[in-house]
């Protein structure tokens, strides 16, 4: 079984920037996929970020691309998600998800059903 927890939300002003982290216990995710999704209020969630378990390819969010890279260190079990020029539309709830399945990648990358574990999410609140 596999742990996901997110850390590294909070309160910033519009124009700043964050950097999420996404740490995996239970076993080893080096061979997983890893994305980063986000729900804001009232809204679905939304994928945001997407990266290989070998970090050799990464999908982005159309409405992201730009401000936000996603990377992540296997020998620490870390997923990252760093997010600049943060615009109060940023203010949502933010996701990782682990995706066992790392001999295919491709589109499916983008919707929440490819991903097997999910953690709790951690919020980030972005004021004008």
């Known amino acids: 079984q596999v742990q996901l927890v997110e850390s590294g939300g909070g309160l910033v002003q519009a124009g700043g920037s964050l950097r999420l982290s996404c740490a995996a216990s239970?076993?080893?995710?080096?061979?997983?996929?890893v994305g980063w999704f986000r729900q804001a209020p009232g809204k679905e969630r939304e994928f945001v970020a997407a990266?290989?378990?070998?970090?050799?390819?990464?999908y982005y969010a159309d409405s992201v691309k730009g401000r936000v890279t996603i990377s992540r260190d296997n020998a620490k079990n870390t997923a990252y998600l760093q997010i600049n020029g943060l615009t109060p539309e940023d203010t949502a709830v933010y996701y990782c998800?682990?995706?066992?399945?790392?001999?295919?990648?491709?589109?499916?990358?983008?919707?929440?059903?490819?991903?097997?574990?999910w953690g709790q999410g951690t919020q980030v609140t972005v004021s004008s």
């Open positions: 998800a682990a995706d066992r399945d790392s001999w295919s990648w491709g589109r499916q990358q983008t919707t929440e059903y490819e991903y097997d574990y």
């Open positions: 990266i290989s378990w070998n970090a050799g390819s990464t």
């Open positions: 239970g076993r080893t995710v080096g061979t997983y996929h």
